[in-house]
């Protein structure tokens, strides 16, 4: 038997796929040829290493995109009044799955390998890029400074409470935050829930108001805003002391309604005794974010947010962020505290941490607020709904949370 050292047949040899006889040819063939035998040890190093880059790891926990299967499936569970048989997950890949997926994962990365250029090897140390041959350019046209027109300001979000709405992160890379996002209360919604017997007017549910109801305490990254404290002395120096002005926390966890989204949960906390004026600015990377939206809030060139942290207050809002890569690198929140700027806090997005409890929550108020609003149709519906209440129920839930599930239930039984 004749091969030439690109021959799918010695991938087929390297899995197993072929007969006796004709496994028996192709080992003969390489046997007696160099090239076969560099071309195999090829294959074979290509195929241990995607091996190993899609070993299963093991997990006693779900991880989020496993979850949002399950909701998924509760969803057309709920929809259709049957039951769908969901397998359960013991381990992580099948047997059988495994010598499928090297097939075809051994066979798209040795085409792929093969199809590269070639490329010298990389020297370790300082190299230089092969140079271009530079193109000579015609020179741009004068500029008249009479009528020159001055470099457009980058766009910034100001938000004030409306319809919802996401925007492109390259036209919008700073999302300005209010400190102050409106009054806790959920009087209107029960009245309208539970005395009228009908859903509340789309255009008046506020769902950062409903929101900030409930005390919400992040697990994230949590930044701490300090200055200087003051005291007496002739010539007003001070002793190194620093008190306490501001706390800002994040956490993330995939959008419960978008699980290829992630949402940014961002809780802002003022003293316990004083004011302070504070300014939160999110900074999206362009690089890795398509699209961004504070929810309940709406895009508006004109105004400002709050900027007022009122003492023993605290805000938390929510961003839902529409990746572009796989990347973990989301962007940054920036923040300032009567002037001086504080710790800044880097977003990242990673689908193995756990969310708490109070994300949980949280992410399933935003999912009632949004479906009271009408808005995100056709992702939020009665099925999801029912799918998070479940998940974040307990024994030991608060009181006030307790109630809340309730209230769903009856909404959606209007």
Request: aromatic share 4%; glycine share 6%.
């Amino acid at each position: 038997m004749k091969l030439h050292p690109e021959d799918p047949r010695l991938t087929a040899y390297l899995l197993g796929e072929l007969g006796p006889e004709e496994s028996a040819a192709v080992e003969s063939a390489i046997a007696a040829d160099a090239a076969l035998q560099s071309a195999l040890r090829e294959t074979e190093s290509v195929r241990d290493l995607l091996t190993n880059t899609f070993a299963p790891a093991s997990s006693d926990q779900l991880l989020p995109s496993q979850r949002a299967a399950v909701l998924q499936a509760a969803h057309q569970a709920d929809l259709s009044g049957k039951t769908i048989p969901y397998p359960i997950i013991a381990g992580s890949w099948k047997p059988w799955l495994i010598p499928l997926a090297a097939a075809a994962a051994v066979a798209a990365g040795i085409f792929a390998i093969k199809q590269a250029p070639s490329a010298k090897p990389d020297v370790v140390g300082t190299t230089e890029p092969e140079k271009k041959p530079s193109v000579s350019k015609p020179a741009p046209p004068p500029v008249n400074i009479e009528t020159a027109s001055a470099v457009p300001p980058v766009k910034q979000e100001i938000f004030n409470p409306s319809s919802p709405g996401s925007v492109a992160a390259i036209d919008y890379p700073t999302l300005d935050l209010p400190v102050l996002s409106g009054k806790p209360d959920l009087s209107s919604l029960t009245q309208s829930i539970r005395t009228e017997r009908k859903l509340p007017d789309r255009d008046r549910v506020r769902l950062e108001e409903i929101l900030n109801s409930f005390p919400i305490r992040l697990n994230g990254v949590t930044a701490i805003a300090r200055a200087p404290k003051p005291v007496w002395h002739p010539d007003n120096r001070q002793d190194g002391l620093t008190t306490h002005t501001a706390t800002l926390a994040t956490e993330t966890l995939p959008c419960p309604w978008k699980p290829s989204a992630t949402l940014l949960l961002v809780s802002i906390r003022g003293n316990a005794t004083d004011d302070a004026g504070a300014k939160v600015v999110f900074h999206p990377n362009v690089k890795a974010v398509a699209r961004h939206h504070l929810l309940g809030f709406t895009t508006k060139e004109a105004g400002e947010n709050p900027t007022k942290l009122a003492a023993r207050s605290a805000t938390t809002l929510a961003i839902e962020i529409e990746p572009s890569t796989a990347t973990g690198d989301l962007g940054s929140v920036q923040w300032t505290v009567n002037g001086e700027p504080a710790t800044p806090v880097s977003i990242t997005r990673s689908g193995d941490n756990e969310p708490s409890d109070d994300a949980r929550f949280a992410a399933l108020v935003c999912a009632y607020a949004q479906w009271l609003a009408g808005s995100q149709q056709g992702l939020i519906d009665a099925a999801l709904l029912s799918a998070l209440s479940r998940e974040v129920s307990s024994v030991d839930l608060s009181a006030d949370r307790a109630d809340f599930l309730k209230l769903i239930g009856e909404s959606l039984k209007l």
